[in-house]
């Protein structure tokens, strides 16, 4: 943790700014940009702050940079973009990208994306982050020179796609398997939230209607209306105070949504392995069979069903010199699959290794991040019943009066 | 009652002394003057081939000299409290008889014998009766005191007795067509001043009415939620190692935050919904006061304006306008203490009422703050364990 990034260099997201442009198709759009501001972290001794370097990206950058760090990474779990459309909002919440609260919410989760990956040990190396970060101009061009769209896997989109893997690796599919449930619960969390804070809303929200009454009563009234008056204005500031509370209430779902992307991260790395695997078996079935032809054409005898015995057999057989070129052929191939499959093995084994090491790190983080969200939802509550105990204790008071 | 073919018990009847009885009401006249005590319950129903009925069971206790007996047990349905509230009227114009529950439900879908429905109504007519008995001038009626103590057959025959519908229906009539002119512009300003404040109070009690109701509903609707939301993080925790202790202490929380919810419901159905409701009625009930004082005033008046034209009859009916001046300063006096009364028990009730309400959130609030707290210490200890045994970075 010492080396990385984040302990280097301040990262921020400071703004966000709508702006109009023509985009690939030359139509006018409208998007919101996002100012990044980074400073080096001055050591003590030195007597002045650094100065502050920042340039403008848009989302679809950044998404360019996850994508990029995921093909590049493949045994990393990378941390996940804030969601691209608002999803599990409660009806009070806008769920239009162009929404101020919505760009807001959005311009954090940006910038702690950003500070996940310049804290992470590997990823925050990689040069391409960097110059995301200081190079406003021929980014793009230098990610896409690297290639990494060739790279990637496009098996890999097909997300429910199985691959027959005949000996899975149990570690994986236990984690894969957690990833499931991880957003399974996580998304059926967030909708009932979603759902809670709704009706919560509603509650406070007609208490408000009982200040309205209260006054206007209270017009009618000589000794009691003193009483009825403030009273009503107590029930006032307990209805306003349900926007504090669910704009809180909104970090938490924020928190646990991170996680519900994360959880998709998680599962992408063991597909990725899961592909590998694929690949490893198909290789050695592949070495496997032509072994065994290379074998039937040496000794002449047919073991299995193939065309090519069959069609010797209507045809007439070989001369001997085609069926030595064929054996030169597949000893060849063979040789060269064998070399294959050693460095895929490697490759798998080190796969293995790194993605564990990794998988180790994301899990103590995420169970140190989640205890804190649950730790600062009982904060939220508490706050929220001694806003309502003082609220009441005046209107109890106001009511003594009456 | 004597064709019962089935009886129905909805609840145990429990037996309610006078000392617990004066920790549930408020006297109006303070607890040392009260030798009435009177408790309605234990609803029963009667199916017989024509129709199907409730009664409750009436009970009085009493040390006045004018009962026969210190204890009564009777049975009544709504139909003889209807009857009794009448006669009531019929007496007094001009007091202010307590409202009864309404005959139907028109909103909701509350069934007509629902055990909420006879609940509700059980807790109305024990009201009913009780403030009856704090009436200083109504807790002496006749019929009051036959509705207390007579068995059912006794009942029946009296009811029997006395002007019939038709004769009521008349009285009723007249008094109408007279009330029409003149009532309003010879009402002394006080009763003015009572019918502008009864408008207003009217429509605001109305409003609270419907704003209590609606509260209440968003509270069930909140609280429906709320159940889901804890088990999610119970069911979390299964697939979860390091954080499943901290999701099912969240989980527990949320649940007995929703028992509070419950409780604060309730206690919001008990008290507030219920002396809302009270004064809805009585606010109806106020301006039918008003309006037969003015009616017993037009009675007057139109007299008064068929004599101004016959000049030669003056003397015979003087005697008539005497009498008739006479009732108009009875009801009017007895309007003006009842309303001072009125007045001041509906401000002694809406203050404890909303007192009431203010307490039963404080104690929910109170709690789910000691719920959560106590959380957030047990997760202090478990951080403080785990920093003493992790490795820093």
Not at chain 1, 175 to 193: A, F
Not at chain 1, 242 to 259: F, S
Not at chain 2, 329 to 338: F, G, H, I
Request: hydrophobic share 35%; proline share 3%; net charge negative.
């Amino acid at each position: 943790m010492e080396d990385c990034l984040a302990k280097k260099m301040e990262i921020t997201v400071s703004e966000a700014e709508k702006r109009t442009g023509r985009n690939a198709m030359n139509i006018q759009e409208t998007y919101t940009a996002y100012l990044i501001e980074t400073r080096a972290v001055e050591s003590q001794s030195e007597g002045h702050c650094a100065p502050v370097e920042s340039l403008w990206r848009r989302y679809s950058e950044f998404e360019l940079l996850r994508n990029y760090l995921s093909v590049t990474y493949p045994h990393i779990v990378v941390p996940p973009l804030p969601e691209k459309r608002a999803d599990f909002v409660w009806h009070k919440l806008s769920a239009d990208n162009m929404d101020p609260d919505f760009v807001e919410r959005r311009r954090i989760g940006l910038e702690n994306f950003l500070l996940r990956v310049a804290s992470h040990p590997v990823l925050c190396q990689d040069k391409i982050f960097y110059a995301f970060l200081m190079q406003e101009g021929g980014w793009k061009e230098m990610v896409n020179e690297t290639g990494f769209q060739l790279k990637a896997d496009s098996r890999l989109k097909a997300l429910n796609a199985t691959f027959r893997v005949k000996n899975p690796d149990k570690r994986f599919t236990e984690l894969k398997h957690y990833s499931d449930e991880l957003q399974s619960v996580i998304s059926h969390l967030l909708r009932v939230r979603a759902r809670v804070a709704d009706r919560l809303y509603g509650v406070y929200k007609v208490h408000g209607n009982y200040g309205r009454v209260f006054s206007e009563w209270s017009a009618i009234e000589k000794e009691m209306g003193d009483g009825l008056q403030s009273a009503g204005h107590h029930m006032d500031v307990y209805a306003a105070s349900i926007d504090d509370i669910l704009e809180e209430e909104e970090h938490y779902a924020d928190q646990l949504k991170e996680y519900l992307f994360y959880a998709e991260a998680l599962r992408a790395v063991c597909r990725k392995h899961e592909l590998m695997q694929y690949d490893l078996e198909m290789a050695a079935q592949d070495l496997t069979s032509k072994k065994q032809q290379c074998e039937e054409l040496a000794t002449g005898t047919v073991r299995t069903f193939s065309l090519k015995g069959m069609t010797s057999k209507l045809f007439g057989q070989e001369s001997p010199e085609q069926r030595e070129a064929k054996i030169k052929v597949l000893e060849e191939q063979i040789q060269e699959g064998e070399e294959q499959l050693k460095s895929k093995n490697l490759e798998g084994r080190d796969f293995v290794k790194s993605a564990w090491a990794d998988i180790e790190r994301f899990k103590e983080q995420k169970n140190h991040d989640l205890k804190e969200a649950l730790i600062s939802y009982a904060v939220m509550q508490i706050s929220m019943c001694k806003k309502g105990i003082q609220v009441w204790t005046n209107a109890k008071e106001c009511f003594s009066k009456m | 009652d004597t064709s019962l073919t089935e009886v129905n018990s909805f609840s145990p009847s429990v037996p309610i002394s006078p000392s617990s009885m004066i920790n549930q009401y408020k006297f109006e006249d303070g607890p040392e003057l009260r030798d009435l005590f009177i408790t309605v319950d234990d609803p029963e129903s009667h199916i017989t081939a024509i129709e199907t009925f409730i009664t409750y069971r009436v009970v009085t206790k009493t040390t006045r000299g004018e009962f026969d007996s210190s204890e009564y047990e009777v049975r009544r349905r709504y139909q003889d409290f209807l009857w009794l509230k009448s006669k009531l009227e019929e007496a007094h114009p001009t007091l202010i008889i307590p409202p009864l529950p309404e005959k139907f439900i028109m909103k909701g879908m509350v069934e007509r014998f629902s055990d909420e429905f006879i609940e509700t109504r059980r807790k109305a007519l024990h009201k009913f009766l009780n403030r009856i008995a704090d009436h200083p001038t109504l807790t002496f009626n006749e019929d009051f005191k036959i509705f207390l103590t007579a068995q059912a057959w006794e009942l029946s025959s009296h009811k029997k007795q006395g002007p019939g519908l038709l004769s009521r229906m008349g009285q009723t009539v007249r008094a109408v067509a007279s009330s029409v002119r003149g009532a309003v512009k010879n009402r002394p300003e006080m009763f003015t001043e009572m019918s502008n404040y009864m408008e207003t109070f009217s429509q605001k009690i109305n409003l609270l009415d419907k704003i209590a109701h609606r509260i209440y509903k968003e509270e069930r609707d909140y609280f429906n939620e709320m159940k889901e939301f804890g088990p999610i993080h119970t069911l979390w925790s299964a697939s979860e190692e390091d954080i499943a202790d901290s999701l099912k202490g969240l989980a527990s929380c949320i649940d007995r935050c929703c028992r509070a919810t419950e409780k604060q419901m309730a206690g919001l159905s008990e008290h507030l919904l219920p002396i809302l409701h009270e004064y809805v009625l009585y606010s109806e009930i106020l301006m039918g006061v008003l309006k037969r004082r003015d009616q017993i005033q037009g009675e007057l008046d139109s007299k008064v304006d068929a004599l101004a034209n016959k000049k030669t009859e003056k003397d015979l009916f003087s005697e008539e306008i005497g009498k008739l001046e006479d009732k108009v300063e009875r009801a009017n006096n007895a309007l003006k203490a009842d309303w001072d009364r009125w007045k001041q028990n509906m401000q002694w009730d809406m203050r404890s009422t909303f007192m009431n309400v203010a307490e039963n959130n404080l104690r929910y609030y109170e709690e789910c703050l000691a719920t959560w707290e106590s959380f957030l210490a047990s997760q202090a200890v478990d951080l403080h364990v785990d920093e003493d045994s992790e490795d820093r970075p």
